[in-house]
């Protein structure tokens, strides 16, 4: 099994910043892909950004530019910085990790953009 928790979400104004990072633990080995989901009220949950353990990213269009994941594979982290922050942008965002075919997730952070 792995454990994930999210941290640093919070609420910012338009055109801010937030860091979210995610720690996993417990059977981490060979975690090929880490990343972030984000669920707003009403909508479905949405890719926002991943990364494999060689490097390879993948962003939604909505924040190419704006955000960038990042991992550590000897820490068992990945980190989303967010940038230019916009409303839409409101969501509980959700780490994952991905192994065999399983997704693992974390419990959610809340991210609020005022406008």
């Known amino acids: 099994q792995v454990q994930l928790v999210e941290s640093g979400?919070?609420?910012v104004q338009t055109g801010g910043s937030l860091r979210l990072t995610c720690a996993a633990s417990g059977s981490t080995y060979t975690l090929l892909k880490m990343g972030w989901y984000?669920?707003?009220?009403?909508k479905q949950r949405e890719l926002v950004a991943s990364i494999t353990?060689?490097?390879?990213?993948?962003y939604a269009d909505?924040?190419?530019g704006r955000f960038t994941?990042?991992?550590?594979n000897a820490k068992n982290s990945v980190d989303l910085l967010m940038n230019s922050l916009k409303p839409e942008d409101t969501a509980v965002?959700?780490?994952y990790a991905w192994r065999n075919?399983?997704?693992y997730w974390g419990l959610g952070t809340q991210v609020t953009v005022s406008s």
């Open 93 to 95: 965002y959700y780490c």
């Open 9 to 11: 979400g919070g609420l």
């Open 53 to 58: 353990v060689g490097g390879s990213t993948n």
């Open 38 to 42: 984000r669920q707003a009220p009403g």
């Open 69 to 72: 994941v990042s991992r550590d």
């Open 62 to 64: 909505s924040v190419k």
């Open 101 to 103: 075919g399983v997704n």
